[in-house]
């Protein structure tokens, strides 16, 4: 059984920073595509990043430049450095796994969710 444990998120002023961390069990980590995702109150679920089982990373493009996901096949862990954070960047953040190669920054794509985690951007 996948279980994904998001943990890391708070409250920073903009500019700040924050490291999300993901950590996975119950199953071949190393397998599996991994990802963020985001959703602000009263607005859909947003791909963030993904990271393949290659270790091809991918970024929307509104976090390219301050975001860095990355992922520990030791450690079964997944993070998410995030810099220069933003008000827009507010919201819910999830991580998520996808069996296999193909690993598409789109929710509909992935059944593996984790519980979440908030991170809240002040200006």
């Known amino acids: 059984q996948v279980q994904l444990v998001e943990s890391g998120g708070g409250s920073v002023q903009a500019g700040g920073s924050l490291r999300l961390s993901c950590a996975a069990s119950?199953?071949?980590?190393?397998?599996?595509?991994m990802a963020w995702f985001r959703q602000a109150p009263g607005k859909g679920r947003e791909g963030v990043a993904t990271?393949?089982?290659?270790?091809?990373?991918s970024y929307t493009d509104s976090v390219k430049g301050r975001f860095t996901i990355s992922r520990d096949n030791t450690e079964n862990t997944m993070y998410l450095q995030m810099h220069n954070l933003k008000p827009e960047d507010t919201a819910m953040y999830y991580c998520a796994a996808r069996w296999g190669g193909y690993c598409p920054l789109v929710s509909g794509h992935f059944i593996n969710w984790g519980q979440g985690t908030q991170v809240t951007v002040s200006s």
């Open positions: 990271v393949g089982v290659d270790g091809m990373m």
């Open positions: 119950g199953y071949s980590y190393d397998k599996y595509c």
